[in-house]
């Protein structure tokens, strides 16, 4: 007979095992790591901080850390209610990690010359002139740097001047999805390393010569690929499908099914929002500028910071 005491340790051993045999239980080739952490699969994109956090140009280290937790878990976390400067925005995003500050040439050409971390995510050019019905700047699925050596980045988005509910950002689970592929889909994204060059950004089309040139090297992205924090199995996929591999016709159902089958996040913009999200767990993209349709010109004022993890 088993005392009680053998039994809760039974059980407790077990428990932790299952957790962490979840790193290795796939339906698809993984590397599997020397170590693994507990995976945390239980993401809520979209979480709302709401511990405290006040006025975020004053944070305590504890908070800064709750920021970055959440992060990790929930892959879109929201702070409402904030009031920032251009100056607080860049050393908010200091307190998270490295920023990046990119040329001016793929900020649209639109770039804050007084603040070269920060870019302008709005309807009107900083000469005060209307952009037009046709712009718009990230209107694709996308992952924020991920022609960037350091792939591990985080963006932050501000709403300094908005009309509430008037325009959304979208986003989706690229860990939460890989559970819901096809086996099929799963075996391709497997087979696949993605390549991803600044040159082949849409929103980069533009971009100077000398600006692209700063980034000579192609990054490499593994189909199937593990969330270094949290432990999830992520499906990752671009536009382009561009892959080592070179084209396949089933990576294009791959991108059909994996925008089509994720779970999704919208983000209604009010003003003092904050949103963050980890570009390595999430894919996002603009949504509806205005349920009035592309000819309203009311402004739209957001500012983009992005920082390494």
Partial sequence: MWSKKSMIAIISALSINAVYSNCFENAVPVEKEKYCKPVEDNADMGYVINSGLQDVTHLSTEEVNLIKSK????????????????????????MLGNIVVLPDSFEGNDPDRNFPAIQRVTNYWSNGTWKGKTNCFGCYWHKDGNFQQNGYMASILYADKVAENRSTTLFLDNCEVFKQLSKKTKHHLSESVFTVSV??????????????????????HKGIYRHPENGRICAYITNTLITEQGFSPHLTDAWLEVTEKSERYTHYWKKGDIVIWDNLAVMHRAGTSSVKGPGD????????TQVFI
């Fill in 71 to 94: 992060l990790v878990k929930n892959g879109v976390v929201v702070i409402e209610n904030q009031n920032l400067t251009r100056n607080q925005q860049v050393d908010f995003t200091k």
């Fill in 199 to 220: 040159r082949d950004i849409p929103d980069f089309a533009k971009g100077k010569e000398e600006d692209l040139a700063l980034y000579p090297r192609v990054k490499r």
């Fill in 297 to 304: 010109r009311t402004p739209r004022m957001l500012y983009r």
